[in-house]
């Protein structure tokens, strides 16, 4: 089993900046797939970015440059560093993890005053 554990939520005025973190219990120097997702009152789930075992990125369009995902395999530890941020990104944002099968954090909650 892998525990998933985000942290860095909060809320914030739009316009301004969060950077969340995901601590892995295992290595994630072997993950195939690292992701952030996020999931809207009344929307489904969707994804935000994510990236893999070869550091390639990919961000959903709404993004638009303004978060970078990034991982620290010292750490075990995959980000989220969030900027530009509006009232639509209102979330509880979700840490994504892939080895032989999928694992999720507990969602942390990013609220964007307007």
């Known amino acids: 089993q892998v525990a998933l554990v985000e942290s860095g939520g909060g809320l914030v005025q739009a316009g301004g900046s969060l950077r969340l973190s995901c601590a892995v219990s295992?290595?994630?120097?072997?993950?195939?797939?690292m992701g952030w997702y996020r999931q809207a009152p009344g929307k489904r789930r969707e994804l935000v970015a994510s990236?893999?075992?070869?550091?390639?990125?990919n961000y959903a369009d709404f993004v638009n440059g303004r978060f970078t995902i990034s991982r620290d395999n010292a750490k075990n530890t995959v980000y989220l560093q969030m900027n530009s941020l509006k009232s639509e990104d209102t979330a509880v944002y979700y840490c994504?993890?892939?080895?032989?099968?999928?694992?999720w954090g507990q969602g942390t909650q990013v609220t964007v005053s307007s």
């Open positions: 994504y993890i892939v080895y032989d099968k999928g694992y």
């Open positions: 295992r290595s994630i120097f072997s993950a195939h797939f």
């Open positions: 990236i893999n075992g070869g550091d390639t990125t």
